[in-house]
């Protein structure tokens, strides 16, 4: 079975616990409310005694052999216990994976199995977390987009007992820019301040701080996932605190070399896959490349390079010989917008 995170709750209130739960993926807020749920249906359940599992030290896995003799151990203080296993990559590995067949394959009456992880993709799925779908329940906590973010903060503010209108839900939308997090905390602070009317966009501006977190991984993912109007916002965010353009564009380079390495690869007919595992790309974080390598060809990501040091150049006052002067803020901005958005690539015969 496998649930939404949401459904994951719903369903834990409507009856005993399954032998198995695996709730994995990149949301960090979604996983741990989702968790936390498994553990305290297990406490009202009576279930009192719970251990852990995780790679510990110099460790790169949990100790399989006491994960499996503890499935077989008798309870020292309870009838039932919750056994958490804790898989940052959701790579059990040969040994692992047998130790959870095994489990799932007779699941003792007196143990549940919590699973976590922190990542997931269609790669990470095996026979070990088909087993837990059968006997269990497996929810990804996927990252919420976009587009999907005011309906998630609309159903929280329900959760709350709040009220909130399009605009207030839009402006607590703008101010948390995508940490669910930040947003969360916000939506627990309104419960109780609210006066138990309907919130409006005057009373969350009122209420509510600016919890965007501004920084350059977040601009070039923004850039990278073709969100042009983010861009522009994070920069502005960025350059009203202070930051340096010189600060920004080590990373920024960074990345755009990495994209004309894969796009190079990609071109040539090589195997993409392989490139994202020699330059340790993430599961997580292959989709963003592939989108943006489908906006651009191979030249264009080498002229987008060329384009970074250029605007080094402008933010250290180095210019070259008949190179206008320029604000290296809109330098900058111009190149990340044409990177998101292949229209805006006229504004940088005029950077």
């Not at 409006?200 to 042009?228: C, K, P």
Request: glycine content about 8%; proline content about 6%; overall charge neutral.
């Amino acid at each position: 079975m496998e649930l939404k995170p949401e459904q994951l709750v719903a369903q834990l209130d409507s009856g005993p616990l399954r032998p198995a739960y695996l709730i994995a993926g990149p949301e960090p807020l979604r996983v741990l409310e989702a968790a936390d749920a498994v553990r305290a249906a297990a406490r009202a359940q009576g279930i009192a005694e719970r251990e852990v599992f995780e790679a510990e030290g110099n460790q790169r896995e949990p100790d399989w052999a006491a994960l499996q003799a503890s499935f077989r151990a008798p309870s020292l203080f309870a009838s039932r216990r919750l056994v958490e296993l804790w898989l940052p990559t959701a790579k059990p590995g040969k040994d692992g994976s047998a130790v959870i067949l095994d489990f799932c394959a007779d699941p003792p009456a007196d143990v549940v199995l919590l699973v976590t992880a922190g990542e997931w993709s269609n790669k990470h799925g095996g026979k070990w977390s088909e087993a837990i779908g059968r006997v269990g329940a497996i929810s990804v906590a996927w990252t919420v987009k976009p587009h999907e973010l005011p309906g998630w903060i609309e159903q929280r503010l329900r959760t709350r007992g709040l009220k909130a209108d399009r605009e207030a839900v839009q402006q607590l939308t703008e101010r948390v820019d995508g940490n669910l997090l930040a947003a969360a905390q916000e939506i627990d602070k309104l419960a109780l301040l609210s006066d138990g009317s309907q919130l409006d966009a005057a009373t969350m501006e009122s209420l509510v701080a600016d919890a965007a977190r501004f920084d350059v991984f977040r601009v070039i993912d923004a850039a990278m996932n073709g969100q042009a109007a983010q861009v522009s916002r994070m920069l502005a965010g960025l350059r009203a605190e202070g930051t340096a353009v010189p600060a920004l564009l080590g990373m920024v380079v960074k990345e755009l070399q990495t994209a004309a390495g894969l796009a190079r690869v990609a071109a040539g007919g090589g195997n993409l896959s392989a490139a994202f595992k020699a330059q340790r790309i993430w599961d997580s974080k292959q989709p963003m490349y592939q989108r943006a390598l489908k906006r651009h060809p191979a030249p264009r990501w080498d002229a987008f390079v060329s384009q970074a040091g250029r605007v080094d150049r402008l933010a250290k006052g180095r210019g070259r010989a008949g190179e206008d002067p320029a604000d290296p803020w809109l330098a900058l901005e111009r190149l990340l917008l044409a990177v998101a958005e292949p229209r805006a690539l006229r504004l940088l015969a005029r950077a």
